[in-house]
């Protein structure tokens, strides 16, 4: 499966070497598709790069992996993605004097107003509430870490499921995109369990009987 990841910091680094492992096509959107590092990744997964607005031209899957700040820009350059499934692991926050709060919550989510922006595409969140170290490896023992994912198509919810499991999680489908409203806050709790932990080394697991 070809997939576009527009943002190559260290969470769509890390899909992208866990995808092109899979044998999945991986390119990259960036800004500027020359930079350095970014040509040195590519090669050492197989990945290419190009211009944002041409990343997701015959792409399956769209990652949008970059700062949330930087979304709108995104969405002015890539289009409407009519027909694509556009997997969305940015985190709307907002820094204060308290630290960091969501941009969105209760009513709605980030993912639910990306949606509305986006109104032919099939948007699902995913990715947003975990360290890029899990990404490398979601195991910890013989347990695989969990991940949660949400949206409202069902063949897309199919390929993100998928893509889920190729990275070694357990991939946790929890519903309609309305259940972002959940999902999006997960990343203050993982943030805030990393610093009185100690540790990033750590990933949510949902157990059953």
Same mark, same amino acid.
């Given at each position: ?25 991986? =390119? #990259? ?6 930079? $350095? /590092? ?10 290419? *790069? @190009? ?71 099939? =948007? #699902? ?6 360290? $890029? /170290? ?10 695989? *870490? @969990? ?63």
């Amino acid at each position: 499966m070809k997939i576009a990841i527009i943002g190559s910091g260290h969470i769509g680094a890390g899909l992208a070497r866990a995808w092109a492992s899979k044998g999945h096509t991986i =390119v #990259f959107g960036a800004r500027a598709p020359e930079d $350095a /590092e970014l040509s040195t990744l590519c090669k050492g997964i197989g990945a290419t *790069a @190009a211009l944002v607005a041409d990343a997701p031209s015959d792409a399956a899957v769209i990652v949008l992996a970059m700062p949330f700040a930087a979304l709108d820009e995104v969405l002015r350059v890539v289009g409407g993605l009519d027909g694509k499934v556009v997997i969305d692991c940015t985190n709307a926050v907002e820094r204060g004097p308290h630290g960091m709060t969501l941009k969105y919550g209760h009513t709605t989510s980030a993912a639910e107003e990306l949606q509305k922006k986006l109104p032919g595409a099939h =948007v #699902f969140k995913s990715f947003n509430a975990q360290g $890029a /170290e899990n990404l490398a490896n979601p195991v910890y023992g013989d347990v695989r *870490a @969990a991940n949660f994912f949400c949206g409202d198509a069902p063949e897309g919810k199919r390929i993100v499921k998928g893509l889920v499991e190729d990275i070694g999680f357990e991939a946790v489908d929890v519903g309609p995109l309305t259940n972002a409203r959940l999902l999006e806050p997960m990343m203050l709790l993982w943030i805030a369990a990393s610093k009185t932990l100690g540790t990033r080394d750590l990933a949510f697991k949902l157990l059953r009987r």
